[in-house]
């Protein structure tokens, strides 16, 4: 099955910084890798997603890039804010398996 | 639009015990997952649920299972609790997959299930 693997762990940067959580996966069938962001007390939700067939993808101050043959994906946040603290979590999809298999997460914290 | 909601937000068991948690799913949506949030642990797949039939399961003992509704809600069961099933159960939703790729899984708040 699909294994994903996530560091760092944990990361702390000062704001204004750069933060970039990398993730790996071992299933060449997997086609899309969401990013989600959990907040204390509350459920992960989506803040993007990259599909197999594209390289990199921006939204505002959140980039993923994608590298298919290395089998590698990383979350870029610029410019952090206090609020950009939390657990993020990377996932790769098999469609055809139907679920998405998550990395342990990243502990996130952003110093004012 | 209402969100993704679960119950109960807190359950407490002793082992044995039997647990049931409810989802409903945000209108529209098909497909319903189970996921097991262990503290300060990442994301572990349980269940996928879509039509009313399961698609898919991940490595759990049978002691799990779960089924959904007409109405596309779900339930999931945990029977003979043991101390190590205490964790933050959490219910996504998503549209049918029917692209090809996947899709953004919208996210409960969980349920929290602590068993004594």
């Known amino acids: 099955g699909e294994n994903v693997e996530q560091h760092p762990s944990t990361l702390s940067v000062q704001e204004g910084d750069s933060a970039v959580i990398k993730c790996t996966y071992s299933?060449?069938?997997?086609?899309?890798f969401p990013w989600y962001k959990q907040e204390l007390g509350k459920g992960p939700q989506l803040i993007i997603d990259?599909?197999?067939?594209?390289g990199e993808k921006k939204d505002q101050r959140i980039a993923v890039t994608l590298n298919k043959t290395a089998k590698h994906f990383s979350l870029h946040i610029t410019e952090t804010q206090p609020e950009d603290s939390a657990v993020y979590f990377c996932?790769?999809?098999?469609?055809?398996?139907?679920?998405?298999?998550f990395g342990d997460g990243t502990t996130l914290t952003v110093k004012p | 639009e209402a969100g993704v909601t679960q119950s109960p937000t807190h359950l407490i068991k002793t082992r044995g015990q039997q647990a049931t948690l409810r989802c409903s799913p945000i209108?529209?949506?098909?497909?319903v997952y189970w996921y097991q949030q262990a503290l300060g642990l990442g994301l572990q797949f349980l269940l996928w649920?879509?039509?009313?039939?399961?698609?898919n399961r991940g490595n759990f003992p049978p002691r799990f299972s779960g089924r959904q509704f007409p109405n596309y809600s779900s339930e999931l069961n945990v029977t003979a609790l043991e101390l190590e099933d205490s964790a933050l159960y959490l219910c996504?939703?998503?549209?049918?997959?029917?692209?090809?790729?996947?899709?953004?899984?919208?996210f409960g708040e969980g349920s929290r299930l602590t068993v004594l």
């Open positions: 299933d060449s069938a997997s086609n899309y």
């Open positions: 996504a939703s998503s549209l049918a997959k029917t692209s090809g790729f996947g899709g953004e899984l919208f």
């Open positions: 209108s529209g949506h098909t497909s």
């Open positions: 996932a790769a999809e098999n469609t055809n398996a139907g679920k998405s298999t």
């Open positions: 990259i599909r197999s067939n594209v």
């Open positions: 649920y879509d039509e009313g039939e399961e698609r």
